[in-house]
Protein backbone atom coordinates (compact mmCIF):
# COMPACT_ATOMS: atom_id res chain seq x y z
CA UNK A 1 0.00 0.00 0.00
CA UNK A 2 2.85 2.33 -0.55
CA UNK A 3 2.84 2.80 -4.29
CA UNK A 4 -1.09 3.51 -3.98
CA UNK A 5 -1.68 5.47 -7.17
CA UNK A 6 0.46 2.43 -9.17
CA UNK A 7 -2.80 0.48 -8.42
CA UNK A 8 -5.26 3.07 -10.72
CA UNK A 9 -2.50 2.57 -13.75
CA UNK A 10 -4.51 0.10 -16.75
CA UNK A 11 -0.45 -1.61 -16.94
CA UNK A 12 -1.12 -3.06 -13.07
CA UNK A 13 -2.25 -6.50 -13.35
CA UNK A 14 -3.33 -6.65 -9.96
CA UNK A 15 -7.01 -7.11 -9.77
CA UNK A 16 -8.35 -7.59 -6.60
CA UNK A 17 -7.55 -6.28 -3.07
CA UNK A 18 -7.87 -7.82 0.12
CA UNK A 19 -8.10 -5.06 2.72
CA UNK A 20 -8.15 -5.54 6.46
CA UNK A 21 -8.35 -1.99 7.64
CA UNK A 22 -5.67 -0.49 5.30
CA UNK A 23 -8.44 0.84 2.89
CA UNK A 24 -11.06 2.17 5.34
CA UNK A 25 -10.02 5.64 5.83
CA UNK A 26 -7.11 8.26 3.78
CA UNK A 27 -7.15 6.82 0.16
CA UNK A 28 -10.32 6.97 -2.50
CA UNK A 29 -9.57 4.39 -5.54
CA UNK A 30 -12.39 5.20 -8.11
CA UNK A 31 -12.36 1.79 -10.08
CA UNK A 32 -13.89 0.10 -7.72
CA UNK A 33 -16.67 -2.40 -8.96
CA UNK A 34 -16.90 -5.52 -6.64
CA UNK A 35 -17.32 -5.35 -2.65
CA UNK A 36 -17.17 -8.82 -1.22
CA UNK A 37 -17.51 -8.81 2.64
CA UNK A 38 -15.99 -11.60 4.47
CA UNK A 39 -17.57 -10.33 7.83
CA UNK A 40 -20.82 -8.50 9.27
CA UNK A 41 -21.24 -5.27 8.85
CA UNK A 42 -21.00 -3.64 12.48
CA UNK A 43 -22.80 -1.06 12.86
CA UNK A 44 -24.72 1.44 9.51
CA UNK A 45 -21.88 4.14 9.45
CA UNK A 46 -19.28 1.53 8.48
CA UNK A 47 -21.87 -0.54 6.41
CA UNK A 48 -22.45 2.81 4.14
CA UNK A 49 -18.60 3.02 3.88
CA UNK A 50 -18.13 0.46 2.53
CA UNK A 51 -20.80 0.90 0.00
CA UNK A 52 -19.38 3.98 -0.76
CA UNK A 53 -15.99 2.57 -1.87
CA UNK A 54 -18.10 1.49 -4.69
CA UNK A 55 -20.01 4.60 -5.59
CA UNK A 56 -17.70 6.99 -6.92
CA UNK A 57 -17.57 8.01 -10.67
CA UNK A 58 -14.45 5.69 -12.26
CA UNK A 59 -11.53 7.27 -14.22
CA UNK A 60 -9.84 6.00 -17.49
CA UNK A 61 -6.34 5.94 -18.57
CA UNK A 62 -6.03 9.79 -18.65
CA UNK A 63 -7.86 10.17 -15.11
CA UNK A 64 -11.10 11.83 -16.71
CA UNK A 65 -14.49 10.18 -15.00
CA UNK A 66 -16.45 7.87 -17.04
CA UNK A 67 -19.97 8.18 -17.07
CA UNK A 68 -20.60 5.11 -18.87
CA UNK A 69 -24.36 3.68 -17.17
CA UNK A 70 -23.15 -0.04 -18.72
CA UNK A 71 -19.79 0.66 -16.95
CA UNK A 72 -20.90 2.20 -13.61
CA UNK A 73 -22.21 -0.55 -11.83
CA UNK A 74 -21.09 -1.78 -8.31
CA UNK A 75 -21.69 -5.34 -7.18
CA UNK A 76 -21.76 -5.92 -3.96
CA UNK A 77 -21.96 -9.89 -2.28
CA UNK A 78 -23.60 -8.90 0.86
CA UNK A 79 -23.58 -11.04 4.10
CA UNK A 80 -27.49 -10.65 4.51
CA UNK A 81 -30.26 -11.55 2.01
CA UNK A 82 -31.10 -9.28 -0.60
CA UNK A 83 -34.47 -8.08 0.80
CA UNK A 84 -32.74 -6.98 4.26
CA UNK A 85 -29.74 -5.53 2.33
CA UNK A 86 -32.22 -3.21 -0.44
CA UNK A 87 -34.32 -2.53 2.82
CA UNK A 88 -31.85 -1.21 5.19
CA UNK A 89 -30.39 0.91 2.78
CA UNK A 90 -33.28 2.54 1.47
CA UNK A 91 -33.82 3.38 5.36
CA UNK A 92 -30.38 4.78 6.07
CA UNK A 93 -30.70 6.97 2.88
CA UNK A 94 -34.53 8.30 3.90
CA UNK A 95 -32.98 9.03 7.33
CA UNK A 96 -29.70 10.36 6.57
CA UNK A 97 -30.09 12.04 3.15
CA UNK A 98 -33.96 13.16 3.30
CA UNK A 99 -34.10 10.53 -0.34
CA UNK A 100 -36.80 9.82 -0.47
CA UNK A 101 -37.59 6.23 -2.67
CA UNK A 102 -41.22 4.55 -3.04
CA UNK A 103 -43.20 8.18 -2.89
CA UNK A 104 -44.27 10.36 -5.28
CA UNK A 105 -44.88 13.84 -5.21
CA UNK A 106 -47.38 15.65 -6.16
CA UNK A 107 -45.22 17.83 -7.75
CA UNK A 108 -43.59 15.55 -10.08
CA UNK A 109 -46.72 14.40 -11.44
CA UNK A 110 -48.20 17.87 -12.28
CA UNK A 111 -44.95 18.03 -14.48
CA UNK A 112 -45.77 15.43 -16.86
CA UNK A 113 -46.42 16.68 -20.09
CA UNK A 114 -49.10 16.23 -22.73
CA UNK A 115 -49.40 17.55 -26.34
CA UNK A 116 -51.72 20.65 -27.23
CA UNK A 117 -51.77 22.33 -29.87
CA UNK A 118 -48.37 20.23 -31.20
CA UNK A 119 -47.09 21.59 -28.12
CA UNK A 120 -46.03 19.86 -24.89
CA UNK A 121 -47.37 21.27 -21.72
CA UNK A 122 -47.18 20.75 -18.15
CA UNK A 123 -51.25 18.60 -17.01
CA UNK A 124 -50.63 20.99 -13.99
CA UNK A 125 -51.42 20.42 -9.94
CA UNK A 126 -55.01 20.48 -10.99
CA UNK A 127 -55.15 17.39 -13.73
CA UNK A 128 -52.08 15.59 -11.47
CA UNK A 129 -54.34 15.61 -8.10
CA UNK A 130 -57.19 13.85 -10.57
CA UNK A 131 -54.39 11.60 -11.66
CA UNK A 132 -52.80 10.94 -8.06
CA UNK A 133 -56.77 9.76 -7.25
CA UNK A 134 -56.88 7.43 -9.73
CA UNK A 135 -53.59 5.77 -9.16
CA UNK A 136 -54.92 5.22 -5.54
CA UNK A 137 -58.66 3.77 -7.00
CA UNK A 138 -55.88 1.27 -9.38
CA UNK A 139 -54.16 0.15 -6.26
CA UNK A 140 -50.63 1.78 -7.83
CA UNK A 141 -50.01 4.34 -4.46
CA UNK A 142 -51.69 4.86 -1.60
CA UNK A 143 -52.74 8.98 -0.44
CA UNK A 144 -49.81 10.05 0.55
CA UNK A 145 -48.30 8.66 -2.35
CA UNK A 146 -46.18 5.99 -1.56
CA UNK A 147 -46.19 3.40 -4.10
CA UNK A 148 -47.95 -0.13 -3.50
CA UNK A 149 -46.64 -3.99 -4.14
CA UNK A 150 -49.22 -3.83 -6.96
CA UNK A 151 -47.10 -1.62 -9.02
CA UNK A 152 -44.85 -4.12 -10.83
CA UNK A 153 -43.62 -3.09 -14.29
CA UNK A 154 -41.24 -5.80 -15.01
CA UNK A 155 -44.21 -7.85 -14.65
CA UNK A 156 -45.52 -9.02 -18.66
CA UNK A 157 -48.11 -7.50 -19.75
CA UNK A 158 -48.60 -4.83 -17.13
CA UNK A 159 -51.27 -2.14 -17.38
CA UNK A 160 -52.64 0.64 -15.11
CA UNK A 161 -56.41 1.02 -15.49
CA UNK A 162 -56.52 4.64 -16.25
CA UNK A 163 -59.35 7.46 -17.39
CA UNK A 164 -59.30 7.55 -20.62
CA UNK A 165 -57.96 11.17 -20.56
CA UNK A 166 -54.88 9.59 -18.88
CA UNK A 167 -54.32 7.20 -20.84
CA UNK A 168 -51.91 8.74 -23.69
CA UNK A 169 -49.95 9.25 -20.91
CA UNK A 170 -49.46 5.59 -19.59
CA UNK A 171 -46.01 5.42 -20.97
CA UNK A 172 -44.45 8.43 -19.44
CA UNK A 173 -46.95 7.44 -15.90
CA UNK A 174 -45.18 4.20 -15.67
CA UNK A 175 -42.04 5.51 -16.26
CA UNK A 176 -41.82 8.67 -14.14
CA UNK A 177 -43.34 6.26 -11.35
CA UNK A 178 -40.63 3.45 -11.52
CA UNK A 179 -38.40 5.73 -11.19
CA UNK A 180 -39.09 6.36 -7.88
CA UNK A 181 -38.88 2.61 -6.85
CA UNK A 182 -35.31 1.57 -5.31
CA UNK A 183 -35.17 -1.30 -7.73
CA UNK A 184 -34.31 0.99 -10.40
CA UNK A 185 -31.16 1.85 -8.55
CA UNK A 186 -30.58 -1.38 -6.55
CA UNK A 187 -30.90 -5.08 -8.30
CA UNK A 188 -30.82 -8.43 -7.41
CA UNK A 189 -28.21 -10.07 -10.04
CA UNK A 190 -29.66 -13.30 -11.07
CA UNK A 191 -28.52 -16.66 -9.75
CA UNK A 192 -26.29 -18.64 -12.61
CA UNK A 193 -27.32 -22.10 -13.21
CA UNK A 194 -27.02 -24.19 -16.00
CA UNK A 195 -29.53 -23.66 -19.93
CA UNK A 196 -31.81 -26.37 -20.48
CA UNK A 197 -32.87 -27.02 -23.97
CA UNK A 198 -36.25 -26.66 -24.30
CA UNK A 199 -37.51 -29.02 -27.05
CA UNK A 200 -40.90 -27.82 -26.95
CA UNK A 201 -39.74 -24.57 -28.91
CA UNK A 202 -37.77 -26.40 -31.23
CA UNK A 203 -40.74 -27.98 -32.31
CA UNK A 204 -42.88 -25.28 -32.99
CA UNK A 205 -43.58 -23.67 -37.06
CA UNK A 206 -42.13 -20.15 -36.31
CA UNK A 207 -38.73 -21.66 -34.75
CA UNK A 208 -38.61 -23.96 -37.85
CA UNK A 209 -39.14 -21.38 -40.28
CA UNK A 210 -36.26 -19.00 -38.28
CA UNK A 211 -33.66 -21.97 -38.53
CA UNK A 212 -34.47 -22.71 -42.13
CA UNK A 213 -33.66 -19.18 -42.56
CA UNK A 214 -30.18 -18.81 -40.46
CA UNK A 215 -28.58 -22.00 -40.58
CA UNK A 216 -26.91 -21.91 -44.39
CA UNK A 217 -23.49 -20.54 -44.10
CA UNK A 218 -23.41 -17.46 -45.46
CA UNK A 219 -20.73 -14.56 -46.65
CA UNK A 220 -21.38 -11.07 -47.69
CA UNK A 221 -19.69 -8.42 -48.78
CA UNK A 222 -20.63 -4.28 -49.20
CA UNK A 223 -21.33 -2.68 -52.51
CA UNK A 224 -22.29 0.67 -52.98
CA UNK A 225 -22.87 3.00 -56.13
CA UNK A 226 -20.17 6.07 -55.58
CA UNK A 227 -22.02 8.04 -57.53
CA UNK A 228 -24.95 7.69 -55.19
CA UNK A 229 -22.84 8.62 -52.61
CA UNK A 230 -21.61 11.49 -53.89
CA UNK A 231 -24.86 12.74 -54.98
CA UNK A 232 -26.23 12.12 -51.50
CA UNK A 233 -23.23 13.81 -49.73
CA UNK A 234 -23.75 16.77 -52.45
CA UNK A 235 -27.34 17.25 -51.43
CA UNK A 236 -26.89 16.79 -47.50
CA UNK A 237 -23.79 19.21 -47.83
CA UNK A 238 -25.78 22.04 -49.64
CA UNK A 239 -28.65 22.21 -46.87
CA UNK A 240 -26.17 22.28 -43.90
CA UNK A 241 -26.34 25.42 -41.99
CA UNK A 242 -24.61 28.41 -43.40
CA UNK A 243 -20.64 29.05 -41.82
CA UNK A 244 -20.29 32.30 -41.09
CA UNK A 245 -17.58 34.81 -40.22
CA UNK A 246 -17.19 34.44 -36.44
CA UNK A 247 -17.33 37.69 -34.53
CA UNK A 248 -15.52 39.02 -31.54
CA UNK A 249 -17.32 40.80 -28.86
CA UNK A 250 -15.68 43.18 -26.54
CA UNK A 251 -16.57 44.76 -23.42
CA UNK A 252 -15.26 47.09 -21.69
CA UNK A 253 -16.16 47.90 -17.92
CA UNK A 254 -15.09 49.59 -14.73
CA UNK A 255 -14.15 48.26 -11.74
CA UNK A 256 -14.60 49.83 -8.42
CA UNK A 257 -13.37 48.91 -4.52
CA UNK A 258 -15.99 49.59 -2.32
CA UNK A 259 -16.21 49.36 1.57
CA UNK A 260 -19.18 46.62 0.81
CA UNK A 261 -16.92 45.09 -1.45
CA UNK A 262 -16.22 44.50 -5.46
CA UNK A 263 -18.78 46.82 -8.32
CA UNK A 264 -18.86 46.65 -11.99
CA UNK A 265 -19.83 48.82 -14.13
CA UNK A 266 -20.13 48.15 -17.81
CA UNK A 267 -18.78 50.73 -20.01
CA UNK A 268 -18.91 49.80 -23.76
CA UNK A 269 -19.92 47.11 -25.50
CA UNK A 270 -18.57 46.92 -29.16
CA UNK A 271 -19.56 43.77 -32.11
CA UNK A 272 -16.10 43.34 -34.66
CA UNK A 273 -16.30 40.95 -37.25
CA UNK A 274 -12.93 39.48 -37.88
CA UNK A 275 -11.55 38.94 -41.50
CA UNK A 276 -11.65 36.26 -43.56
CA UNK A 277 -9.07 33.41 -43.69
CA UNK A 278 -8.36 33.96 -47.58
CA UNK A 279 -4.57 35.08 -46.84
CA UNK A 280 -4.12 33.36 -44.06
CA UNK A 281 -2.86 29.45 -43.04
CA UNK A 282 -5.88 27.61 -43.22
CA UNK A 283 -5.55 24.08 -42.67
CA UNK A 284 -5.34 21.07 -45.46
CA UNK A 285 -8.75 20.43 -46.31
CA UNK A 286 -8.15 17.34 -48.95
CA UNK A 287 -5.87 15.76 -46.07
CA UNK A 288 -8.16 16.39 -43.16
CA UNK A 289 -11.31 15.12 -44.99
CA UNK A 290 -9.45 12.37 -45.94
CA UNK A 291 -8.55 11.49 -42.66
CA UNK A 292 -11.73 11.83 -41.37
CA UNK A 293 -13.39 9.81 -44.13
CA UNK A 294 -11.13 7.32 -45.75
CA UNK A 295 -12.75 8.56 -49.66
CA UNK A 296 -10.11 9.31 -51.98
CA UNK A 297 -9.44 13.17 -53.13
CA UNK A 298 -11.72 12.95 -56.75
CA UNK A 299 -14.48 11.57 -54.55
CA UNK A 300 -14.40 14.26 -51.92
CA UNK A 301 -13.71 17.18 -54.69
CA UNK A 302 -16.86 16.08 -56.71
CA UNK A 303 -19.18 16.50 -53.05
CA UNK A 304 -17.11 19.95 -52.45
CA UNK A 305 -17.47 21.83 -55.74
CA UNK A 306 -21.39 20.01 -56.68
CA UNK A 307 -22.27 21.77 -53.19
CA UNK A 308 -21.33 25.41 -54.44
CA UNK A 309 -20.53 25.65 -50.56
CA UNK A 310 -16.65 25.51 -50.76
CA UNK A 311 -16.16 29.59 -50.34
CA UNK A 312 -17.35 29.30 -46.75
CA UNK A 313 -14.42 27.04 -45.82
CA UNK A 314 -12.79 30.54 -45.81
CA UNK A 315 -15.11 32.06 -43.42
CA UNK A 316 -14.77 29.34 -40.60
CA UNK A 317 -12.28 26.50 -42.08
CA UNK A 318 -12.04 24.05 -38.84
CA UNK A 319 -16.04 24.84 -38.20
CA UNK A 320 -16.57 23.87 -41.96
CA UNK A 321 -14.38 20.66 -41.73
CA UNK A 322 -16.15 19.46 -38.96
CA UNK A 323 -19.87 19.66 -40.22
CA UNK A 324 -18.67 18.37 -43.70
CA UNK A 325 -17.21 15.56 -42.40
CA UNK A 326 -19.85 14.69 -40.01
CA UNK A 327 -22.44 14.61 -43.10
CA UNK A 328 -20.44 12.13 -45.17
CA UNK A 329 -19.60 9.63 -42.50
CA UNK A 330 -22.99 9.97 -41.89
CA UNK A 331 -24.06 9.45 -45.78
CA UNK A 332 -21.38 6.95 -45.93
CA UNK A 333 -22.63 4.30 -42.91
CA UNK A 334 -25.97 4.81 -44.39
CA UNK A 335 -24.58 3.88 -48.16
CA UNK A 336 -22.84 0.80 -46.64
CA UNK A 337 -25.75 0.05 -44.75
CA UNK A 338 -27.67 -0.69 -47.67
CA UNK A 339 -24.84 -2.08 -49.80
CA UNK A 340 -24.48 -5.56 -47.19
CA UNK A 341 -25.42 -8.03 -49.24
CA UNK A 342 -25.34 -12.23 -48.15
CA UNK A 343 -24.00 -14.86 -50.32
CA UNK A 344 -25.02 -18.79 -49.16
CA UNK A 345 -21.74 -20.82 -49.33
CA UNK A 346 -21.58 -23.16 -51.97
CA UNK A 347 -23.36 -26.54 -51.15
CA UNK A 348 -21.01 -29.11 -49.53
CA UNK A 349 -20.85 -31.40 -46.30
CA UNK A 350 -20.64 -28.15 -44.08
CA UNK A 351 -23.01 -25.99 -45.59
CA UNK A 352 -25.63 -26.11 -43.22
CA UNK A 353 -25.38 -26.66 -39.47
CA UNK A 354 -27.33 -29.30 -37.85
CA UNK A 355 -29.39 -28.63 -34.75
CA UNK A 356 -27.83 -31.52 -32.87
CA UNK A 357 -24.19 -29.56 -32.55
CA UNK A 358 -26.14 -27.27 -29.64
CA UNK A 359 -27.92 -29.53 -27.97
CA UNK A 360 -26.47 -31.05 -24.79
CA UNK A 361 -26.17 -34.28 -23.60
CA UNK A 362 -27.13 -34.31 -20.21
Avoid at 231 to 253: F, H
Avoid at 289 to 301: D, M, P
Wanted: proline share 5%; hydrophobic share 40%.
Amino acid sequence: MKDKERLLTMSEPLRFIFSHSALREGWDNPNVFQICTLKEAGSALSKRQEIGRGLRLPVDQDGKRVFDESINKLFVMATESYEDFAKSLQQEYEEDCGVTFGKVPLTALAKLEEVVDDKAVPIGKERATALRSALVAANMMDEEGRLLPGFEPTRPGFRIALPDAFMPLHSAIVDLLASYQLQRHLGREKNQGPNKLKKEVLLTPEFQALWERIKPRTTYRVEFDTDQLVGRCTAEIKRMPAIKVPKVVTTTGALHVKHGGVDTTAVSSVSEALHTYGKANVPDLMAYLQNETELTRGTLVKMLLGSGRLTEFFNDPQRFLDQVAAIIKHELHRTLVDGIKYERIADGPESEWEQLLFRTTS
